[in-house]
């Protein structure tokens, strides 16, 4: 076995046959936009369900990192995983891809794919059943490229009049309603609008996809980076403006992933992670925990009350 959860992996040293019942969701770091005239980064991977924990076992909890936005002449990255245990590990979102002196480049995939680079570049796919949907097209002869891809929907084609939007995310809330919590993750960021005579910033999806820049000569913008802990993708950057001196080909960074867990409050759950990066709720016999960061070594290990 590879995940994270059981006795070989060194994560708790037994185990009994009782278990408990464990609401998760667990979304991914988003991608970064692409840097010029470029794809909104993709959004990170949503998994979520109802799982049975083993108790006294130790799981891996970890929160990935949003993908870095391109700089200049690079795509976007890709963000990290999230982890929970073996039961959950959807991919971060695929980088946005780019153009630079008749070189292209397509979205990258992932949870959600990359948006794409201009000239008839494709999008990213996404890369796992069900976390999320492709990024889209860049088109030919134009300097226009693709949205990154949503959890609930792929990024929009870039058009000859502007580039493509984030595709939306979703709110926690209809992914897994026993968890009770309102909040919108995993929209994919809005590619770059590369023209010099535009103020259009195409939008980042539903869920904390960030704004693609634009490249008005003397009104240009830099995109926006994805929402912390929403898994959301960067914004796509746009163009140098050579009226003011100043490089907008900067894509958003992803944002941050989440993980959100609820079990019955007859058994506890002991967290490796500092309190300060996770905040715990109890109400209605259950208890709700999000995490906010926590890194590879970072477990839970469930008990008994």
């Known amino acids: 076995m590879s995940g994270f959860g059981y006795n070989i992996n060194g994560f708790g040293v037994g185990s009994s046959e009782a278990g ?4 998760y969701v667990v979304v991914s770091g988003g991608g970064g936009g692409g840097s010029s005239n470029a794809g909104g980064g993709g959004a990170g991977g949503v998994l979520s369900g109802t799982v049975k924990a083993e108790l006294s076992v130790a799981y891996q909890v970890s929160v990935g990192a949003g993908g870095a936005g391109g700089f200049q002449y690079y795509a976007g990255s890709n963000g990290s995983s999230s982890v929970f245990g073996s039961f959950a590990s959807p991919d971060g979102g695929g980088g946005g891809g780019t153009y630079s002196s008749g070189a292209t480049g397509p979205g990258r995939d992932g949870g959600s794919g990359g948006g794409a ?3 008839n570049n494709a999008g990213g796919s996404a890369t796992g059943n069900g976390q999320g949907n492709d990024g889209g097209n860049g088109i030919s002869g134009y300097a226009n490229g693709g949205g990154g891809g949503g959890y609930a929907q792929a990024g929009a084609n870039a058009t000859t009049s502007n580039p493509g939007v984030g595709g939306n995310g979703a709110n926690i809330n209809t992914l897994t309603p026993n968890i009770g ?10 590619a770059g609008n590369g023209s010099t005579q535009s103020t259009y910033e195409a939008p980042g999806g539903y869920g904390g996809g960030g704004d693609g820049g634009s490249g008005k000569y003397g009104a240009a913008v830099y995109a926006q980076h994805g929402t912390t802990n929403t898994g959301g993708g960067g914004g796509g950057g746009s163009r140098e403006d050579y009226s003011s001196g100043t490089d907008y080909r900067r894509g958003g960074n992803g944002g941050t992933g989440i993980i959100y867990l609820r079990y019955p409050d007859t058994y506890v759950g002991t967290f490796t992670m500092s309190s300060h990066n996770r905040q715990i709720t109890t109400a209605g016999g259950f208890t709700t925990v999000k995490i906010l960061y926590a890194n590879s070594s970072d477990t839970v290990t469930f008990t008994e009350a």
């Open 20 to 23: 408990v019942n464990v609401d």
């Open 181 to 190: 919590v309102s909040l919108a993750v995993a929209g994919g960021g809005g």
């Open 117 to 119: 680079g201009p000239v």
